[in-house]
């Protein structure tokens, strides 16, 4: 297992033609002209991780090479599938590609299981169930000869850091590892786990991977992004490698330059969700998320979503949200035991904790398509998005602190959080 690529800094931005160079030389420490690759970029709701780029790119090496096949199977996990109108937006027009849609219920490849002993040793005893392991079939059925996982790391309210492993077995793992991954992390609580490296959550994946999807050879190409003095994102890092090390060093970097720690906490925060990549409250609860640390007791969050037409992503996701609503961990944890409809989509269950503010802060909704009554049916409150763009126009903002508010242009892009909270060491000791 190996580092093939590492090349970043907090201040150092990579062109396109560092990056065509890089990926070179990535595939030819990899052995050179892969005929036959499937790539495994995220979808459309990761448009900022600089991944349809570095797809396109390798397409045009693998075209030079007169390749004779390339797949795109977009991680989506429980996402929307994208469209052709995303497809051509995130990665240009690649004519010979073929775009395959995962099916996180069905067309998988089961393995193995993380026992439940390993999973209540990793939850302090809070759950003791097994995780079955499934991913798409596509990488097992199509005589690659590379596979390729390209996506950013990032500080991630389930697991810590996204990336790596992740991209595999949940973007494009099946529906128990998903809805079991996610409740765990959000029992273990998020405060716990973001921004760090060694949770509960990266462990059971590093359990899969090396019990289960070592020998698949897979190789992760992943990116750190920043903001420019311009307010631009740039990629800051690019790292090519097959192994924990080489995710450990772009966390490490991205910690640098995606975690913003804050001397006092935050009485009023206005986040603004970009509307070709934020629809629903499934992506666009980052907003909360990644802000919940760094907010005042009290305090306000206030969300600017243009874009927003639904809950979940998923129809019955969806349902599920409409129905339960954000109701924080206590209320959440009743209804998982007295529901047999949450306990069998535990993801949801995993999203209702994490996007509440467990009564600490309020969140306001400032929505054009989604109604007053739906917003405040699942316990936000709302605001006529006019009017809230009125007095915060994010034509007109700067990320960081105003008068009166602090302004956050994309949440997915970082995470807002006290220091206090992260005085100890967050890299990974282990990954046992």
Known sequence: MSTYVACGGKDVVITHEKKRELLKEGLIKLGGNHRRILAIPPDMTRLHSNAGELTRILYEIWEENDGDQFDILPAIGTHAPMTAQQISMMFGELPQANYHTHQWRTNLHHFGEVPSEFVREVSAGKLDYSIPIAIDSTLMDGDYELI???????????????????????????????????????????????GRTNTSVRRVLNYAHDHYLKPLGIVYIMTVMGMDESGEIVMRGLYIGDDKPTFEMAADLSREVNMNLLDEPLKRVVVYLEPAEFKSTWLGNKSIYRTRMAMADDGELIVIAPGLREFGEDAEIDRLIRKYGYRGTETTLKNVSENAELRDNLSAAAHLIHGSSEGRFRVTYATGHLTREEIEGVGYEWAPIDEIIGRYNPEKLTDGFHDEFFYISNPGQGLWALKEQFTSSIRSDSFS
């Open 148 to 194: 390729a996982s390209i996506g950013q790391v990032v500080p991630h309210e389930v697991i810590g850091m996204a990336n790596g492993f992740k991209n595999i077995l949940i973007g494009a793992g099946g529906q128990e590892m998903i809805n079991k991954s996610h409740f765990l992390g959000a029992v273990d609580g998020m405060e716990k786990i973001m």
